[in-house]
């Protein structure tokens, strides 16, 4: 994941070696796989103790003062056994003493980031936890399985910074439901309704898969979905749903839709309101003809131009907590830049059929194309 804006500014300003200089940390992407292939008497112990003194330090992520009572009190490594796993980074040049550091104060120096290599974002509260909240490396820690651990990060580095800022859909998601594609249940005049059905059935692919596949007798994919499906428990992984402007894998993501909307629902958020809208859109085209809404009962149903291809409705693997990266917060931008201007479509549209309009397409008017 690149990220311009890898916390450089105001350096002299941030605590360093102090604790949280900021709301995330970044490790270098050659770093990473390293830590799996290095001796070590607990490979658990070894890479969460080094994500823990690394989310210690401050805005050079670099120094730190968190020792083995962090790593005991917000992971739930013991001391004895956090100071062993410190001492191997240390045997392995991973982390050092600073000339600062005493047995009562240690401080410790770790690399220096490469700024350019586009290194890997991670919330700190990760490791410190949400408000009221077990942390998740804690979490992860109970399982006792190291390599949900590297699942986890090795999702985060994958994340893609555009309105979704989820994981590649190649890479891991929710497929549509296949005894249901993406329907065109009418037209009226220059405008389809389509009709979606979300799927329950996740599809994953790539290199970063292999590691979570096993060779043994069964299903070789069974462990990876374990893995996957013990982060969704644990909080960590959230599948959102997003309507996609095609089938294919480079398809463009267009707005998330919430498939519960047709529910009554307390607390309506934007995206339940979005999907809402949507479908009132789409009711208001199809006039007296409510029978075609009848054969869609309980979809998601979205007006687009007649001229559009089929869309597809996916769920975007996404980590629950987001390192708050400048890169994150243009993400959110644009997220919301695509909720309000769809709103503003599907309500357009909806006028126009009221007012026995049929002939304007779906326009999706965004900030950088307004007159």
Do not use: C
């Not at 102090?18 to 490979?43: C, H, M, V, Y």
């Not at 240690?106 to 586009?118: G, K, S």
């Not at 590649?168 to 059905?197: C, D, S, T, Y």
């Not at 997003?242 to 629902?265: Q, R, S, T």
């Amino acid at each position: 994941m690149a990220d311009e804006g890898t916390a450089t500014e105001n350096q002299d300003k941030s605590p360093r070696g102090k604790g949280r200089g900021r709301s995330f940390f970044a490790i270098d992407r050659d770093l990473w796989p390293q830590l799996w292939t290095l001796e070590t008497a607990n490979r658990l112990n070894f890479v969460m103790s080094y994500l823990v003194l690394l989310s210690g330090t401050g805005a050079d992520h670099q120094l730190t003062k968190w020792s083995a009572k962090a790593i005991e009190e917000h992971v739930g490594i013991g001391k004895p056994r956090g100071q062993r796993a410190i001492e191997e980074l240390i045997d392995h040049g991973l982390v050092s003493r600073t000339e600062r550091s005493t047995r009562l104060q240690p401080q410790y120096r770790l690399p220096a980031l490469d700024r350019e290599a586009e290194p890997i974002f991670l919330p700190v509260q990760l490791v410190t936890g949400l408000a009221n909240e077990t942390p998740i490396l804690r979490r992860i820690r109970e399982t006792g399985d190291a390599l949900i651990l590297r699942m986890l990060v090795d999702l985060y580095a994958m994340i893609e910074l555009d309105a979704t800022f989820g994981v590649p859909i190649a890479n891991l998601r929710q497929n549509p439901a296949e005894e249901h594609p993406a329907r065109k249940i009418f037209e009226a005049g220059a405008n389809a309704v389509w009709a979606m059905e979300y799927g329950g059935q996740q599809g994953a692919a790539g290199d970063w898969t292999r590691i979570h596949r096993t060779s043994d007798e069964g299903d070789p994919w069974a462990l990876f979905w374990e893995r996957v499906a013990t982060l969704t428990k644990i909080g960590a992984l959230i599948f959102e749903p997003w309507i996609y402007d095609g089938e294919p894998f480079d398809a463009e993501p267009l707005f998330p839709v919430d498939p519960a909307a047709h529910y009554p629902i307390q607390n309506v958020d934007k995206i339940t309101a979005l999907t809402r809208s949507a479908y009132a859109a789409a009711a208001e085209l199809a006039g007296e003809r409510t029978y075609l809404l009848d054969r869609a009962e309980g979809d998601i149903l979205v007006p687009l131009p007649t001229h559009h291809r089929p869309p597809e409705v996916r769920g975007v693997a996404k980590l629950r907590i987001e390192a708050d990266t400048p890169g994150r917060r243009r993400a959110y931008a644009q997220r919301m830049e695509r909720i309000d201007a769809y709103s503003e479509a599907f309500a357009i549209l909806k006028l126009d059929a009221e007012n026995g309009r049929f002939d304007k397409p779906l326009r999706v008017f965004r900030p950088a194309s307004r007159p």
